[in-house]
């Protein structure tokens, strides 16, 4: 069993900065790719960035220039540097790993609990 604990949100004013923590622990084998994911109140989720298990980066373009994705394989945990917070980057952040539990089982997709970003005007 995995679990995923995430950390970092609150309230920042317009141009200010956060930085947001997901550690994986538990039954872990090998990490693949690791993200972030936010949504909008009646809203699907969208990625907001994306770190490949050998630290290729995507971003959406909405967040390129602001955010920083990163990852630290040693800890399991993945971060999100978010700079130059604007109004519209509020919403509920989640992040997502890819993880092998074990040398015989199929990776799967966990999520995790969800961490409120608000950026006020």
């Known amino acids: 069993q995995v679990q995923l604990v995430e950390s970092g949100g609150g309230l920042v004013q317009a141009g200010g900065s956060l930085r947001l923590s997901c550690a994986a622990s538990g039954t872990i084998f090998r990490i693949n790719a690791m993200g972030w994911y936010r949504q909008y109140p009646g809203k699907q989720r969208e990625l907001v960035a994306g770190?490949?298990?050998?630290?290729?980066?995507n971003y959406a373009d909405s967040v390129k220039g602001r955010f920083t994705i990163s990852r630290d394989n040693a800890k399991n945990t993945v971060y999100l540097q978010m700079n130059s917070l604007k109004p519209e980057d509020t919403a509920v952040y989640y992040c997502?790993?890819?993880?092998?539990?074990?040398?015989?089982?199929?990776?799967?997709?966990?999520w995790g609990q969800g961490t409120q970003v608000t950026v006020s005007s």
């Open positions: 770190i490949t298990s050998g630290g290729s980066t």
């Open positions: 997502n790993v890819d993880i092998r539990p074990t040398g015989w089982a199929w990776a799967c997709e966990n």
